[in-house]
């Protein structure tokens, strides 16, 4: 009455989005962590909160980088357990969401020593700070290139690619405090700008956090409606009608489905089974679906959710 089948434990190595581009995220890794030292030292030596929350949000970026690339790994490891019948692609989604505790983190951070130098002595040197911020700027516009090209396909490369964004963005600020200190004289511009900076970092995570979620949560794709899938199963020739539908991300880039099809006529099992899997690989962008070909709904093995 039905059909199953398996691709086995894993999926081939490097088949998820974030391993296509592991490579992007270790050389971005490798630029980010080179600057986040030189920024914090300078910070530190000029004075300027600015600086240290840049750097701050920087260090995030290398946590961030850091974790996408040792999930990217774990992802394409061999399950040699046989206890992980999906492979350990949900690595990747678990570093986006570290990824969202650390900037949330780093932006609180931000905002306490802000509100705590609101009044307090002491002049940043706005020289520094603004060839720092040119310095980060490019950095990061470089990695943001690199990052670019995955970031519409994998989740944990648009955490990386949102991070390293907020930290251009971050850069700019400083460019923009040392020159509003340097022109108008007003210390507080500094620690106004690590505000800024801190309000768009807590922005960015609450925006990826919900993304991470709706993935742990087995919500369909931002990009498929369950409801034109089930409508265009049940325009098939050979489909009489179309149940216990279920569509997911294993992690992105990865859409998953199962399905129960009744076939019209048994002679046309293995008509409906073909004509299916090439919809939902071609319409909706489903690699790995799992369809039960049945001729009788009376005796259907449904679960019973």
Same mark, same amino acid.
């Given at each position: 009455?039905?059909?199953?089948?398996? #691709?086995?434990?894993?999926?081939?190595?490097?088949?998820?989005?974030?391993?296509?581009?592991?490579?992007?995220?270790?050389?971005?890794?490798?630029?980010?962590?080179?600057?986040?030292?030189?920024?914090?030292?300078?910070?530190?030596?000029?004075?300027?909160?600015?600086?240290?929350?840049?750097?701050?949000?920087?260090?995030?970026?290398?946590?961030?980088?850091?974790?996408?690339?040792?999930?990217?790994?774990?992802?394409?490891?061999?399950?040699?357990?046989?206890?992980?019948?999906?492979?350990?692609?949900?690595?990747?989604?678990?570093?986006?969401?570290?990824?969202?505790?650390?900037?949330?983190?780093?932006?609180?951070?931000?905002?306490?020593?802000?509100?705590?130098?609101?009044?307090?002595?002491?002049?940043?040197?706005?020289?520094?700070?603004?060839?720092?911020?040119?310095?980060?700027?490019?950095?990061?516009?470089?990695?943001?290139?690199?990052?670019?090209?995955?970031?519409?396909?994998?989740?944990?490369?648009?955490?990386?690619?949102?991070?390293?964004?907020?930290?251009?963005?971050?850069?700019?600020?400083?460019?923009?405090?040392?020159?509003?200190?340097?022109?108008?004289?007003?210390?507080?511009?500094?620690?106004?700008?690590?505000?800024?900076?801190?309000?768009?970092?807590?922005?960015?995570?609450?925006?990826?956090?919900?993304?991470?979620?709706?993935?742990?949560?087995?919500?369909?794709?931002?990009?498929?409606?369950?409801?034109?899938?089930?409508?265009?199963?049940?325009?098939?020739?050979?489909?009489?009608?179309?149940?216990?539908?279920?569509?997911?991300?294993?992690?992105?880039?990865?859409?998953?489905?199962?399905? #129960?099809?009744?076939?019209?006529?048994?002679?046309? #099992?293995?008509?409906?089974?073909?004509?299916?899997?090439?919809?939902?690989?071609?319409?909706?962008?489903?690699? #790995?679906?799992?369809?039960?070909?049945?001729?009788?709904?009376?005796?259907?093995?449904?679960?019973?959710?």
């Amino acid at each position: 009455m039905g059909h199953g089948h398996s #691709h086995g434990p894993t999926i081939a190595a490097g088949g998820s989005a974030a391993g296509r581009h592991r490579w992007r995220l270790a050389v971005s890794f490798g630029l980010v962590l080179a600057f986040f030292v030189v920024e914090l030292v300078a910070g530190l030596m000029s004075n300027s909160l600015a600086l240290i929350s840049d750097a701050g949000h920087m260090a995030a970026d290398v946590v961030t980088l850091g974790a996408a690339l040792v999930a990217t790994r774990i992802a394409t490891r061999q399950d040699t357990t046989g206890q992980r019948t999906f492979g350990s692609y949900r690595a990747e989604v678990f570093a986006s969401g570290f990824a969202v505790l650390v900037m949330l983190g780093v932006s609180v951070y931000i905002a306490v020593e802000a509100i705590g130098r609101f009044g307090a002595p002491g002049e940043p040197a706005s020289g520094v700070m603004l060839v720092v911020g040119v310095i980060g700027l490019v950095i990061n516009a470089i990695s943001l290139v690199l990052l670019r090209a995955g970031a519409s396909e994998s989740l944990n490369v648009r955490g990386a690619y949102l991070e390293v964004l907020a930290d251009g963005l971050g850069s700019v600020g400083v460019i923009v405090a040392a020159l509003l200190v340097r022109f108008t004289g007003a210390t507080w511009w500094d620690t106004v700008i690590a505000l800024a900076i801190a309000a768009f970092v807590a922005v960015r995570a609450v925006i990826l956090g919900r993304e991470v979620l709706a993935v742990l949560g087995q919500h369909a794709p931002a990009d498929v409606e369950p409801r034109e899938m089930l409508a265009a199963l049940m325009e098939l020739d050979s489909v009489e009608d179309v149940h216990d539908l279920h569509v997911w991300q294993l992690t992105s880039g990865m859409n998953v489905a199962t399905a #129960h099809l009744v076939a019209r006529t048994s002679a046309a #099992h293995d008509a409906t089974l073909r004509e299916a899997s090439v919809l939902l690989r071609e319409e909706f962008g489903v690699e #790995h679906a799992t369809l039960q070909v049945e001729t009788d709904t009376k005796h259907c093995e449904a679960t019973d959710w």
